[in-house]
């Protein structure tokens, strides 16, 4: 119903939690849990576990199963539930989810919003979405997502999982990401709406693609120039940074 393709072994959810580093009595939030087989990995590392379920037949075998050990189940849709409500600690806890693949952007967004509680978030993502989140300038795939979870955070992909991994195999392949929340985000005030009209239209230059937008040209073509940056450079050419300095030197439109 909700899209999910569960691991199919004990032994790959063992796999995946030993990439993360973790501490005997950490807690990490668990979203997505399913039939519990990486809750279980979690639960056999010392690793408090508040489990996020919205399927009720998950979370009534979750409780059934694994109820006598260090596990809250919270029932609901992660994108619903007030985030203060949470049982976040004093320490940042970890986060980590196989995650419906067509819910893959909100629970990004979610992350990124509390990203400050965050000591480090897993997930697993369809490998394109992986791909587009760890790209660098110039890559074909590289593009606003990039910049902006990269404005937040350090990402990495620490494995890549073939359709066999999964019951039912899915479609496409998948990648398992890792988020580390940065210590000082580098996002100014509106550069996420103008990275969106900088790669809106990728075959045009960021200066004139931001000019559609709204942009005054002369002012952009004024901040390129002050970094150095080609007046025909096209949105995929400019790094995060350089995207952070572009929008602390151009003015919003109207």
């Given at each position: 119903m909700w899209g999910q393709h569960w691991l199919a072994s004990k032994q790959l959810a063992n796999d995946l939690v030993a990439l993360i580093?973790?501490?005997?009595?950490?807690?990490?939030?668990?979203?997505?849990?399913?039939?519990?087989?990486?809750?279980?990995a979690l639960l056999d590392?010392?690793?408090?576990?508040?489990a996020i379920e919205v399927d009720p037949r998950c979370a009534d075998h979750l409780e059934a199963e694994l109820g006598d050990r260090r596990l809250d189940v919270i029932r609901g849709d992660i994108r619903r539930i007030d985030a203060d409500q949470l049982p976040w600690q004093s320490r940042p806890?970890?986060?980590?989810?196989?995650?419906?693949?067509n819910?893959?952007?909100?629970i990004l967004r979610w992350t990124a919003a509390n990203r400050t509680r965050i000591k480090d978030a897993h997930f697993m993502l369809?490998?394109?979405?992986?791909?587009?989140?760890?790209?660098?300038?110039?890559?074909?795939?590289?593009?606003a997502l990039s910049v902006q979870m990269q404005?937040?955070?350090e990402v990495?992909?620490?494995?890549?999982?073939?359709?066999?991994?999964?019951?039912?195999?899915?479609?496409?392949?998948?990648a398992f990401l890792r988020l580390r929340p940065l210590e000082r985000a580098a996002q100014p005030l509106g550069a996420n709406r103008l990275v969106r009209a900088g790669f809106a239209q990728?075959?045009?230059?960021?200066?004139?693609?931001?000019?559609?937008?709204?942009?005054?040209k002369e002012d952009v073509s004024a901040a390129l120039a002050k970094l150095d940056i080609r007046p025909d450079a096209r949105a995929e050419m400019l790094s995060p940074a350089e995207w952070t300095a572009l929008a602390g030197l151009v003015e919003l439109p109207e």
């Open positions: 580093d973790l501490r005997d009595g950490d807690r990490a939030i668990e979203i997505g849990p399913g039939t519990g087989l990486l809750t279980t590392r010392g690793v408090h576990v508040t806890v970890h986060v980590v989810g196989n995650l419906p693949y819910l893959s952007g909100p369809q490998k394109e979405v992986a791909d587009r989140i760890t790209a660098t300038e110039g890559s074909r795939v590289y593009g404005w937040q955070f990495d992909i620490l494995k890549r999982l073939s359709p066999g991994a999964f019951r039912p195999p899915p479609k496409v392949r998948s990728r075959r045009k230059t960021v200066q004139r693609a931001l000019a559609a937008a709204g942009w005054h």
